[in-house]
């Protein structure tokens, strides 16, 4: 059998369990649901597109694939979800055992088409600017939009709004002077308002369709006035964006900057709704503070009024909190109706307001990024790095996607978490306003209700459909289907079959779902129940023997990933603000296993001249995804002081001390978002990075032997967290426990 990887590579899958019991009672006595972590648009080299209509069923609309019964003489196929029998289309005439179609061979379980409907429009991206800056920052922010004008599409449509007190829509299709028209920043607008303002009145236009590459016919002339191709309106933009100032509002020095990041928000929807329905558009907004005026207001002007804090959310006296959440999810609504993507880029040391603001990201699948200031090579690299194409020269990503699952009738959906809008149950299908190569969601399934018994050895079947707008503007139809077989309860294929590293991202995403509705300290009870039931079925055991408990290869590292999900900044929120924690929880939702797993347990790679290796004499790579850090131990650090790297006689060490720069390099170069690089010493302040993340063996509390330490060897660390050594001793003795 391949190996999950494989499974991925081919299909963008991965499952917690590759073999499913017969019984409903028996898979919730499994602990971890059936559930698919399916990255959509998962690319695999060398296979193309099929340029040509898929077949579906007419009944269920599911579409042909190797799992479907296929009746070569008489030409017709059934169906494997709904057993409907269909006739093959007439261009497949001549197809037997030896001369399939793609689509029905074992080695392509999935496969993509490219549509025959008329291409859709360009897609729109509308930059929504923050001049509540300082003029460095301003500067940058400046510098970084005009670049990215000539990374996007030429037949791509641009506009802009800037905001600080008031929000102003800028008019490109003036090229004399500049012109805007400027909204009250503290007025709730409705969409009717906007666009009566804005002369846009008429109601919204379908977008008309073009071919790859054309440009767009010709709207009316109150759009084009502020949504033109970036070939039209580069040299006009580039000059506003120029001559951006900082708002000209003045500032006590006891109050913040009025910033009116709602109404722009508003105002750029409603031009947005006016112009293009469910043509593929993206809301690109550059925020450096939160919102202290108008609709969505998360804090007041007043410095003593101070931003809220976990504290302050679990006490309910957050005064803004509910208000501005309520106010951001309506905005959301309408954005996900009209398919519209909204992206949040943040550079500001404090609070933006994302705890508010994340429904806008994760309803349409947009991206947050998450800097210190729009100078940053964070804010810079992540920024271009959006605009990453494909070997045809296209955008990698789509807009528009919808995700339907089928499922052959043993199964039923449960709930979806990922991109959507998280946990929605009880329907088989999910829209996405934008979608990308790396998109991942987790569906989760149940075993139905048995009507009839079935007979174990055969297979049930998933298929994950999602039509999508390519930024080509082709339509495009990616079918994944998987087969996996159904077996007795008490057979050794089930807990062969489990999938450790997929399951612990799967329950990770449930166990952060819960975080945002659940009590912390819930949540990690919940966690460990799951955890203490898991072992007490699929471990071997003697009852009340803790030294007699073993767990199979495909188990032994799960403990250790829950181990470290419950220290994880997605469950515990001491040391961080709301908008990080927001920020971490919308991240893990859309990132696939391998990158979940670094994520929730990070990976820690020592250099060193001498084996076995002393910890001052060592050099440490952690990357925790977030953050990418090099930390130099006591002699290597006093050795690169005294410059040993820079005298040839020493070239062991300097190889030894550029080896983990390099890969920290290439680890930085295939991220989105950049993470934050860090170089530090034994020592240094940013060394706390470091001891947060590694299990703490040896603590400032502990003596030689304790809490699992042989000796006294390695830094202490100060925490009061139990070490992975202890944690793993009372798991031992709770499962094997006869009470």
Known sequence: MASFEDIEDATGVRLSWNAWPTSRIEATRMVVPIG???????????????????VTCKTCRAVLNPCCQVDFRGKLWICPFCLQRNQLPPQYADINERQLPLELMQEFLSVEYVLSKPPGAPPVFLYVVDTCLDEEDLKALRDSLVVSLS????????????????????????SDCPKSYVFRGSKDYTGKQIQDMLGLSGGAKPAQPVRPGQMPTPQPAGVTRFLQPVSQCEFTLTTILEQLQQDPWPVANDRRPLRCTGTALTVATGLIEAAYQNSGARIMMFVGGACTEGPGTVVGPEL??????????????????????KFYESLAKRCTEKGIVVDIFAGCLDQVGLMEMK??????????VLSDAFNTTVFKESFNRLFTKDSDGFLKMGFNATLEVQTSRELKKSACVGETEIG??????WKFCGITPRTSVAVYFEVAPQVQTFQPGTYGVIQFVTLYQHSSGQFRLKVTTVPRMWTEPSATAIPASFDQESSAVLMARI?????????????????DRMLIRLCQRFATYAKDDPQSFQLAPNFSIYPQFMFHLRRSQFLQVFNNSPDETAYYRHILNREDVTNSLIMIQPTLTSYSMEAPVQPPNVILLLDTYFHVLIWHGETMAAWRKAKYHEDPTYAAFRSVLEAPKTDAQDLLGERFPIPRYIDTDQGGSQARFLLSKVNPSTTHASSAGAYGAPSGQGQAIPTDDVSLQVFMEHLKKLAVTTS
């Open 511 to 527: 166990a952060a779902f819960k975080s945002e509705v659940d009590d912390g300290p819930d949540v990690l009870r919940w966690l």
């Open 359 to 368: 429904s806008l990201v994760t309803t349409t699948n947009g991206y947050i």
């Open 151 to 174: 990374l996007l599409p030429p037949n791509a449509l641009v506009g802009l709004v800037t905001f600080g007190t008031m929000a102003q829509v800028h008019e490109l299709g003036f």
């Open 424 to 429: 929605i149950a009880g329907t088989n299908a």
């Open 304 to 325: 003593r009024e101070r931003l809220r804090s976990h504290h302050d959310l679990e006490k309910d006296v957050a005064k803004h909190w509910k208000k501005a959440t």
């Open 36 to 54: 698919a972590m399916y990255t959509p648009l998962k690319e695999r080299e060398g296979v193309n597109a099929l340029v040509y209509e898929p």
